[in-house]
């Protein structure tokens, strides 16, 4: 007498699997959620909200936008666009080539992102013809509650909607894109890393690029001998105070020579003080 069978046995349950789709919008960091209290905040009004986190969501911004640190919201402009098709343009009164946004457009889209906000909450358009970013910019952004940004595209935006809200105007320099979706995302990463808690170090703050007025020093690390390069051997004396003095005296040389306009500025301040230069290795 053969042996019965043994029951079959019953597949196991998943427990908590998600299905994973393919999708253009990163669910990961752009799954809304309430707003978290006292956290800066970056509104960002635009055409292409599928391109939000972009680079953002790597790296230390990435990590901080998962752990809270930050947050990011995308108000999409179509949604406000007029008619069956919801159209967000025009064309330039007074002729002209390219399209301009709409003010009847823009304007809900300021006043829906606007809405709740509270303090300190900078309202800032990417264009060409503003003022230029700038680490202090960052700094005093990185001091806010949030800011809304807004992207343009086409030839720009009608200009009584940037005067009926106060709009800032901020450029990532002299030279124009497509859209202001790539400056926001620069703004956005320069002021978050600003942010207490997004860098692991803070002190890597104080002493980079423009944070006191200069371009930062060389830096090197190892290997100490690289194609017949040696690292500088006052990095490798273990002297910090003659150490500094050396950083400084390459930070100021290397302002004079790239930046005359940074240097220019430097001239007269009570701490600008050329006697380190001797100093040098």
């Not at 635009?46 to 986190?53: E, I, S, V």
């Not at 969501?57 to 911004?61: D, K, N």
């Not at 901080?64 to 402009?77: F, K, M, P, R, S």
């Not at 060389?218 to 690390?221: H, L, S």
């Given at each position: 007498?053969?042996?019965?069978?043994?029951?079959?046995?019953?597949?196991?349950?998943?427990?908590?699997?998600?299905?994973?789709?393919?999708?253009l919008?990163?669910?990961?960091?752009?799954?809304?959620?309430?707003?978290?209290?006292?956290?800066?905040?970056?509104?960002?009004?635009?055409?292409?909200?599928?391109?939000?986190?972009?680079?953002l969501?790597?790296?230390?911004?990435g990590?901080?936008?998962?752990?809270?640190?930050?947050?990011?919201?995308?108000?999409?402009?179509?949604?406000?666009?007029?008619?069956?098709?919801?159209?967000?343009?025009?064309?330039?009164?007074?002729?002209?080539?390219?399209?301009?946004?709409?003010?009847?457009?823009?304007?809900?889209?300021?006043?829906?992102?606007?809405?709740?906000?509270?303090?300190?909450?900078?309202?800032?358009?990417?264009?060409?013809r503003?003022k230029?970013?700038?680490?202090?910019?960052?700094?005093?952004?990185?001091?806010?509650?949030?800011?809304?940004?807004?992207?343009?595209r086409?030839?720009?935006?009608?200009?009584?909607?940037?005067?009926?809200?106060?709009?800032?105007?901020?450029?990532?320099?002299?030279?124009?894109?497509?859209?202001?979706?790539?400056?926001?995302?620069a703004?956005i990463d320069?002021?978050?890393r600003?942010?207490?808690?997004?860098?692991?170090?803070?002190?890597?703050?104080?002493?980079?690029?423009?944070?006191?007025?200069?371009?930062?020093h060389?830096?090197?690390?190892r290997?100490?001998?690289?194609?017949?390069?040696?690292?500088?051997?006052?990095?490798?004396?273990?002297?910090?105070?003659?150490?500094?003095?050396?950083?400084?005296?390459?930070?100021?040389?290397?302002?004079?020579?790239?930046?005359?306009?940074?240097?220019?500025?430097?001239?007269?301040?009570?701490?600008?003080?050329?006697?380190?230069?001797?100093?040098?290795?």
């Open positions: 007498m053969s042996d019965p069978s043994p029951p079959s046995a019953k597949p196991p349950r998943a427990q908590g699997r998600k299905t994973i789709r393919a999708s919008q990163p669910r990961e960091l752009m799954t809304p959620v309430p707003d978290l209290k006292d956290v800066w905040k970056a509104k960002v009004i635009t055409l292409l909200p599928a391109a939000f986190p972009g680079v969501g790597e790296s230390l911004t990590k901080a936008l998962q752990d809270g640190l930050w947050q990011l919201e995308t108000i999409d402009l179509r949604a406000f666009g007029i008619g069956k098709h919801r159209n967000v343009d025009d064309t330039p009164a007074g002729g002209g080539a390219g399209m301009v946004l709409r003010a009847d457009v823009v304007g809900p889209a300021i006043q829906t992102a606007q809405a709740g906000t509270s303090g300190n909450w900078p309202l800032i358009y990417l264009s060409p503003g230029p970013m700038s680490q202090q910019m960052m700094q005093d952004l990185a001091k806010a509650d949030g800011v809304t940004l807004l992207c343009g086409f030839e720009g935006v009608d200009e009584r909607v940037l005067d009926h809200f106060g709009v800032q105007e901020v450029s990532l320099g002299d030279f124009v894109l497509t859209g202001g979706e790539i400056a926001a995302q703004l320069a002021t978050v600003l942010i207490p808690g997004v860098l692991g170090n803070a002190e890597s703050t104080e002493e980079e690029s423009f944070s006191a007025g200069l371009l930062e060389p830096q090197y690390t290997p100490a001998q690289w194609n017949d390069r040696p690292i500088p051997d006052i990095l490798m004396s273990g002297h910090h105070g003659r150490i500094a003095q050396w950083r400084a005296a390459q930070s100021k040389d290397l302002t004079r020579i790239r930046r005359p306009d940074l240097w220019a500025l430097r001239q007269g301040s009570d701490d600008d003080d050329d006697d380190d230069d001797d100093d040098r290795a």
